[in-house]
């Protein structure tokens, strides 16, 4: 058949075109018969159902009218008689009077406007005969109703109550006549009403089932025809999907045999050759992921404008070191230094990659990471830094257990241990470098004060030291203790440094001692009471003995009673330019 001949793209142009137009010779039926039926239903709703709505509001304010009337000859019959309220009564049945005429006028209104439209099917015979008798109920009404109610208003003027008696008696015959003459009107009107319910009832059916036939048609037709092309292309596709989902999987060593000359066949070849094209892809994203964070990698290819623009930015910056590096190193093969070095860094870096920090280089045997946009939106970077650093220190004592078993030696020579510094504030991130090479990286005053902090870990003794813009950040989330203030070369205030001991709620009791006996003495070390800061140090001591700042300090004191310090010094201890 000539169909088959044809090629894929003109086979399913051809299908399209059949559907498109199937669908829309339905639209149009459907455009046709739902406006019909929401011009049926239009004038259902805006003209049948309110003309209803008027007689029956018609019925109800006679009822009112007729309330109304008796409230004023019960105010007259008061003794003395309720003047005032024979007033208000009087006028609330005026007005009550003029809305029953009211009321059957809008119902006429709308049931001429029904007569009026030749666009709608409606027995205009059967309204019109409607719209006359409501006429004449109310002008019959009116009639006998305006003598009435001269008569009754003069006597109550008269105090006649009880001829007034033998009116209202008439008055409430003509409202019961007038009452079940609209009664008889309304019932006829609600038939009218069925009947154009029903005749939108039955041009909505024809609409759906008309809609129903041509869809079905163009249900079975477009199958025929997709049957047709399917049997020539369903396999090649159904290869092309494996090999897709195997993709989307991450395997990149899917690949389809060819076995069309059609366009499914170039697909295929097309498929193949993007399988490898993204093989080569990932394993330079995996080469590059080893050399730079796979954070950055994927920032610098997300948003390149990133890496162009350098853009300030806060954040928190951390460096780790290996104390013991150089005694350790001494008597290692090269071999088994580059062996005992990864193994230190992939079981530090491992904290900060759980932490969602960025490893921004490894310098020698120190690391050096950030925490902080473009590459994550975090509210809390400097907890985040911190959690790290604690997780970090919870490795040493596994990490010194290892490292003699990897070199297959019963002892290190050198005991190894961490020292950290973390600090926050602004600092420019971008590409850095020449036209040759870049690196992305991040510059400023938080760097080189995180870079003096882990180096200034070795003075007191420490493992953590965070800067004061650090400890606000982390707030009460970790358990924090003043150390000291350092006076930065190149900074004019001196810089308040705070120990990072622990998660909040975790210290041991003499942790806390430590830290409140520490806390006093520094105090008095600030104010010269050296005797006193003494006591208090020597109190830390007691509650966890080794402790490096209380020993830092004493010694300090030590060298300050043999060479005091001058008059204007605040406390601060110098901190060189490293």
């Known amino acids: 058949m000539p169909i088959f001949n044809q090629s894929i793209r003109r086979k399913i142009v051809g299908i399209a075109l ?15 018969m739902s406006s019909r039926v929401g011009h049926l239903l239009d004038e259902l709703t805006a003209r ?35 003047e005032e309220g024979f007033a208000a009564r009087l006028k609330i049945f005026r007005e009550t009077d003029a809305q029953v005429e009211q009321e059957a006028e809008a119902a006429r209104k709308l049931i001429n406007a029904i007569i009026d439209d030749e666009s709608t099917p409606s027995d205009n015979a059967a309204l019109a005969r409607i719209e006359t008798r409501i006429e004449n109920a109310v002008k019959e009404l009116r009639r006998e109703l305006d003598e009435e109610d001269a008569k009754l208003l003069r006597l109550l003027d008269a105090k006649d109550f009880a001829a007034t008696r033998d009116v209202l008696v008439h008055v409430d015959a003509l409202r019961d006549l007038f009452t079940q003459r609209i009664d008889a009107i309304r019932a006829e009107m609600l038939s009218q009403v069925f009947v154009s319910t029903a005749q939108v009832i039955r041009h909505q059916r024809q609409a759906i089932i008309v ?41 990149f060593d899917k690949t389809i045999s060819v076995s069309t000359q059609d366009e499914i066949g170039e697909l295929a070849s097309a498929f193949n050759r993007m399988v490898e094209q993204l093989r080569q892809n990932e394993r330079i994203r995996e080469t590059f992921g080893r050399y730079i964070d796979p954070k950055v990698v994927q920032g610098l290819i997300d948003r390149p404008e990133v890496a162009v623009d350098g853009q300030r930015r806060v954040m ?23 062996k005992v070095m ?11 990659r759980s932490n969602r920090g960025i490893i921004d280089k490894y ?5 050096m990471a950030y925490w902080g946009p473009p590459f994550i939106e975090e509210e809390e970077p400097a907890l985040l830094a911190g959690l790290a650093a604690i997780e970090m220190a919870d490795q040493v004592p596994a990490l010194q257990k290892q490292l003699p078993d990897l070199l297959g030696i019963r002892a290190m020579p050198g005991l190894c241990d961490l020292r950290i510094g973390i600090a926050t504030g602004e600092v420019l991130t971008g590409s850095i470098g020449s036209e040759l090479m870049m690196s992305f990286t991040v510059m400023g005053d938080a760097v080189n004060l995180a870079s003096r902090l882990e180096a200034v870990n070795k003075t007191y003794g420490t493992r953590i030291l965070i800067s004061q813009a650090t400890a606000d950040a982390i707030g009460s989330h970790l358990g924090l203790r003043e150390v000291d203030r350092l006076a930065v070369a190149g900074q004019s205030a001196p810089q308040t440094i705070f120990e990072v001991m622990g998660r909040a709620g975790a210290l041991t009791a003499a942790h806390e001692s430590l830290r409140s006996h520490y806390a006093e003495g520094l105090a008095a070390y600030r104010a010269r009471r050296f005797d006193e800061a003494r006591a208090g140090f020597n109190a830390a001591l007691e509650a966890v003995p080794g402790d490096g700042p209380s020993r830092a300090m004493l010694a300090r004191i030590t060298r300050f009673e043999a060479h005091p310090p001058d008059e204007g010094w605040e406390g601060a201890w110098r901190l060189e330019q490293k």
């Open 211 to 251: 809609s129903g036939i041509v869809t079905i048609l163009a249900a079975i037709v477009g199958l025929a025809f997709a049957i047709m092309v399917s049997t020539g292309i369903t396999r090649p596709v159904r290869l092309l999907l494996a090999g897709t989902r195997e993709v989307e999987a991450g395997r």
């Open 363 to 367: 310098i020698g045997d120190a690391i």
């Open 316 to 338: 928190t910056i951390m460096f780790c070191d290996m104390s013991g590096f150089t005694a350790m190193s001494e008597g290692m093969t090269p071999r088994g230094l580059v």
């Open 48 to 82: 049948y159902i309110p003309a209803y709505g008027h007689l029956a509001r018609s019925n109800v304010r006679s009822l009112e009218r007729a309330l109304a009337m008796r409230r004023m000859v019960i105010a007259k019959m008061q003794t003395p008689p309720d």
């Open 18 to 32: 059949g559907l498109i137009i199937l669908m829309v010779v339905t639209a149009i039926l459907s455009m046709v």
């Open 342 to 352: 990864n193994h230190y860094f992939t079981v530090m870096s491992g904290p900060i």
